[in-house]
Protein backbone atom coordinates (compact mmCIF):
# COMPACT_ATOMS: atom_id res chain seq x y z
CA UNK A 1 0.00 0.00 0.00
CA UNK A 2 3.20 2.29 -0.01
CA UNK A 3 4.03 4.24 2.86
CA UNK A 4 2.58 8.26 3.52
CA UNK A 5 5.00 10.82 3.18
CA UNK A 6 3.96 14.16 4.02
CA UNK A 7 5.21 17.64 3.18
CA UNK A 8 5.31 21.03 2.73
CA UNK A 9 4.96 22.06 6.76
CA UNK A 10 6.97 25.28 8.23
CA UNK A 11 6.81 28.36 9.98
CA UNK A 12 3.91 30.80 8.71
CA UNK A 13 2.63 33.86 10.82
CA UNK A 14 -1.21 34.52 11.30
CA UNK A 15 -2.85 34.79 8.03
CA UNK A 16 0.03 33.28 5.54
CA UNK A 17 -0.87 30.11 3.74
CA UNK A 18 0.41 27.28 3.48
CA UNK A 19 -0.19 24.02 1.51
CA UNK A 20 0.39 20.47 2.54
CA UNK A 21 0.89 17.34 0.34
CA UNK A 22 0.64 13.80 1.09
CA UNK A 23 1.84 10.88 -1.22
CA UNK A 24 2.50 6.97 -1.11
CA UNK A 25 5.66 6.02 -1.74
CA UNK A 26 6.53 3.23 -4.05
CA UNK A 27 3.46 0.77 -5.32
CA UNK A 28 -0.05 3.15 -5.60
CA UNK A 29 -3.24 2.02 -3.96
CA UNK A 30 -6.39 2.94 -4.35
CA UNK A 31 -8.01 4.18 -0.78
CA UNK A 32 -11.83 4.44 0.10
CA UNK A 33 -10.82 7.81 1.56
CA UNK A 34 -7.79 10.00 2.60
CA UNK A 35 -7.27 12.66 5.16
CA UNK A 36 -6.03 15.25 7.79
CA UNK A 37 -5.31 15.11 11.30
CA UNK A 38 -3.19 17.18 13.93
CA UNK A 39 -1.80 16.73 17.51
CA UNK A 40 -1.02 20.29 19.17
CA UNK A 41 1.18 19.88 22.41
CA UNK A 42 -0.11 18.22 25.08
CA UNK A 43 -3.05 17.33 23.14
CA UNK A 44 -4.98 14.40 21.36
CA UNK A 45 -4.74 14.16 18.15
CA UNK A 46 -7.89 15.52 16.05
CA UNK A 47 -9.45 14.93 12.82
CA UNK A 48 -9.14 18.31 10.52
CA UNK A 49 -10.31 17.17 7.08
CA UNK A 50 -11.37 13.90 5.09
CA UNK A 51 -12.30 13.19 1.12
CA UNK A 52 -14.13 10.36 0.64
CA UNK A 53 -13.22 9.41 -3.30
CA UNK A 54 -16.56 7.02 -4.41
CA UNK A 55 -18.85 9.84 -3.50
CA UNK A 56 -16.64 12.66 -4.23
CA UNK A 57 -17.70 14.43 -0.55
CA UNK A 58 -15.22 16.02 1.65
CA UNK A 59 -15.90 16.66 5.86
CA UNK A 60 -14.55 19.17 7.80
CA UNK A 61 -13.81 19.62 11.43
CA UNK A 62 -15.60 23.01 12.44
CA UNK A 63 -12.64 25.23 13.69
CA UNK A 64 -11.23 24.96 9.92
CA UNK A 65 -14.26 25.49 8.14
CA UNK A 66 -13.78 27.79 5.16
CA UNK A 67 -10.18 28.00 5.86
CA UNK A 68 -8.97 24.97 4.82
CA UNK A 69 -9.77 22.61 1.67
CA UNK A 70 -8.70 19.13 0.61
CA UNK A 71 -8.34 17.99 -2.48
CA UNK A 72 -6.18 15.17 -4.54
CA UNK A 73 -5.87 12.28 -6.97
CA UNK A 74 -6.58 8.59 -5.97
CA UNK A 75 -5.15 7.11 -8.45
CA UNK A 76 -2.08 8.78 -7.58
CA UNK A 77 -2.53 7.97 -4.04
CA UNK A 78 -2.01 11.98 -2.90
CA UNK A 79 -3.83 14.30 -0.90
CA UNK A 80 -3.23 18.05 -0.43
CA UNK A 81 -4.61 20.55 2.41
CA UNK A 82 -4.76 23.93 1.37
CA UNK A 83 -4.48 25.83 4.36
CA UNK A 84 -5.62 29.98 4.59
CA UNK A 85 -5.77 32.28 7.44
CA UNK A 86 -3.78 30.61 9.38
CA UNK A 87 -3.86 30.84 13.13
CA UNK A 88 -1.57 30.29 16.04
CA UNK A 89 -3.90 27.54 16.89
CA UNK A 90 -3.29 26.06 14.00
CA UNK A 91 -0.21 24.91 15.67
CA UNK A 92 0.13 21.57 15.49
CA UNK A 93 1.89 18.25 13.88
CA UNK A 94 -0.29 17.48 10.75
CA UNK A 95 -1.01 13.93 9.29
CA UNK A 96 -2.05 12.34 6.55
CA UNK A 97 -4.22 9.13 6.75
CA UNK A 98 -6.04 6.75 4.28
CA UNK A 99 -8.56 4.38 5.21
CA UNK A 100 -9.99 1.03 3.41
CA UNK A 101 -12.95 1.58 5.42
CA UNK A 102 -15.35 4.20 6.76
CA UNK A 103 -14.65 2.95 9.97
CA UNK A 104 -10.88 2.89 11.11
CA UNK A 105 -7.62 4.62 9.53
CA UNK A 106 -5.11 1.59 8.02
CA UNK A 107 -2.29 3.80 7.06
CA UNK A 108 -0.27 7.05 8.82
CA UNK A 109 2.35 9.22 8.17
CA UNK A 110 4.97 9.92 9.90
CA UNK A 111 3.65 14.55 10.70
CA UNK A 112 4.55 17.62 9.38
CA UNK A 113 4.86 20.30 11.70
CA UNK A 114 3.45 23.66 10.88
CA UNK A 115 3.94 26.61 13.58
CA UNK A 116 1.80 29.70 12.84
CA UNK A 117 3.27 32.70 14.97
CA UNK A 118 1.48 36.41 15.64
Known amino acids: QGQLVESGGGLVQAGDSLRLSCAAS????????MGWFRQAPGKEREFVAS????????YYADSVKGRFTISGDNAKSTVYLQMNSLKPEDTAVYYC???????????WGQGTQVTVSL
Open 26 to 33: GRTFRWLR
Open 51 to 58: IVWSRGRT
Open 97 to 107: AAATTLSTWNN
